[in-house]
């Protein structure tokens, strides 16, 4: 034989081509991950690399970029604080308990927020001068609006020497820049809930504490969505009880004693978001009920969506101790505590978890059923090839014998 025998090669290790199922991941800690960062509410998807002169887009960073360094999150942190004071302000100011103040108090206060909303619009707009565009986009935006009502008039008071109030308080419209302390909370466009790490860790298995840890654990994974929506209630409450009392004044009943100050007795706001609707106290102009419909709205979504997280966290939570007691089961003796399971949801996988057994998903199923079936086809194939070489080595030796057969 001159020429060497073919032989297919196989390759040795079949296993490396098959999918496992990937380390879940742990829970989101970093308040980053909670709150992707983001640009400001009318530009999140703009790219500033554009805006010149090079102040103007750090400017623009300064103000509407609060992650982009530690002086823009202070500035950040500074109108946050101005929004709520001036809130705090005109809310106090037209309360009964505080009428012993003097009105050059309230008028100063009232000049010193004016003046440092001025400088903010002004620089807010400044930041937008690189193109027309950007500039009138601004001043035409719904925040470029607020923020123009809210210091406008009184700029037009100073200049006529006359209360616009008579006509309507326009210093009730700084409360709409409560939105603005809101957006932080923006970031989070989907509840995350996220999938809880496999653990190794013992469960109770008595019901009546297991119950009490599961509602524990639930309220615990959910707190940032529960925070999120207080603040907003707390938000919308604020808004729109100040709206109904300047709404709701002309129509005084010393009787009823409806809506006494700012607050607008927050009975009533109480049990129209809450949908209970006791009717004691009710709108009494065309202005107010229509204000109130919002609110009607506004209160189905308050009911459904923290049952909605709370709900679906109970469910994750209560799953995975299930899981657990079945997985000790020879351990029933031993009682684990809320904080021990706790940190068992929420430390990261071992390097021996990597070695459990996981639940594939049916895409990685199908995977591995395709290499399988390729790797069979091969494995036929050489096999196949390998049957040929051997018949041509006998052929092979069998004509050598007859050669040497009829040579004798």
């Given at each position: 034989m001159s020429g060497a025998i073919p032989l297919s090669a196989i390759r040795t290790s079949v296993t490396s081509q098959f999918l496992s199922e990937d380390n879940r991941e742990g829970p989101v800690e970093n308040i980053e991950d909670v709150f992707p960062t983001s640009t400001s509410l009318e530009h999140s998807?703009?790219?500033?690399?554009?805006?010149?002169?090079?102040?103007?887009?750090?400017?623009?960073?300064?103000?509407?970029?609060?992650?982009s360094s530690p002086s823009a999150f202070v500035v950040h942190v500074l109108t946050t604080s101005l929004i709520v004071v001036s809130a705090l302000v005109t809310v106090m100011e037209t309360m009964p308990a505080f009428h012993y103040i003097s009105g050059g108090i309230w008028f100063g206060l009232e000049t010193s927020l004016v003046a440092l909303?001025?400088?903010?619009y002004i620089a807010r707009c400044t930041a937008r001068t690189y193109s027309l565009g950007a500039f009138v986009g601004w001043i035409t935006s719904f925040f470029g609006i607020i923020d123009l009502l809210a210091i406008l008039p009184y700029y037009i008071e100073i200049g006529l020497q006359k209360d616009t109030a008579v006509l309507f308080r326009f210093s009730i419209l700084r409360t709409f820049r409560l939105v603005r302390v809101f957006r932080p909370f923006r970031y989070n466009n989907t509840l995350l809930l996220y999938v809880i790490p496999t653990c190794s860790n013992k469960v109770s298995v008595e019901s009546r504490f297991r119950t009490i840890e599961v509602m524990y654990l639930s309220f615990r994974r959910s707190q940032h969505a529960l925070l999120a929506l207080s603040f907003f209630i707390l938000m919308v409450l604020t808004v729109f009880s100040t709206l109904l009392y300047f709404t709701e004044r002309g129509t005084w009943d010393e009787t009823l004693e409806t809506f006494i100050d700012v607050e607008g007795d927050p009975s009533q706001f109480s049990v129209t978001i809450t949908t209970v609707g006791y009717g004691e106290?009710?709108?009494?102009?065309?202005?107010?009920?229509?204000?109130?419909?919002?609110?009607?709205?506004?209160?189905?979504?308050?009911?459904?969506?923290?049952?909605?997280?709370?709900?679906?966290?109970?469910?994750?939570?209560?799953a995975k101790m299930t899981q657990n007691q079945s997985r000790n089961v020879t351990d029933l003796g031993t009682n684990a505590s809320a904080s021990s399971l706790h940190t068992s949801l929420n430390?990261?996988?071992?390097?021996?978890?990597?070695?459990?057994?996981?639940?594939?998903?049916?895409?990685?199923?199908?995977?591995?059923?395709?290499?399988?079936?390729?790797?069979?086809?091969?494995l036929r194939t050489a096999m196949e090839t390998q049957g040929e070489t051997l018949r041509t080595l006998l052929e092979i030796v069998e004509g050598k014998q007859r050669v040497d057969g009829s040579g004798l």
């Open positions: 998807g703009d790219d500033i690399a554009h805006i010149h002169p090079p102040w103007k887009r750090d400017l623009y960073e300064l103000l509407e970029q609060p992650t909303f001025t400088v903010e106290i009710t709108p009494r102009s065309f202005l107010g009920r229509l204000i109130t419909i919002p609110l009607l709205l506004f209160g189905l979504l308050l009911i459904a969506l923290p049952s909605f997280v709370l709900g679906r966290e109970f469910s994750i939570v209560w430390e990261n996988p071992t390097p021996s978890d990597s070695l459990r057994e996981r639940d594939l998903t049916n895409r990685k199923l199908a995977q591995n059923q395709a290499e399988l079936s390729r790797q069979i086809t091969e």
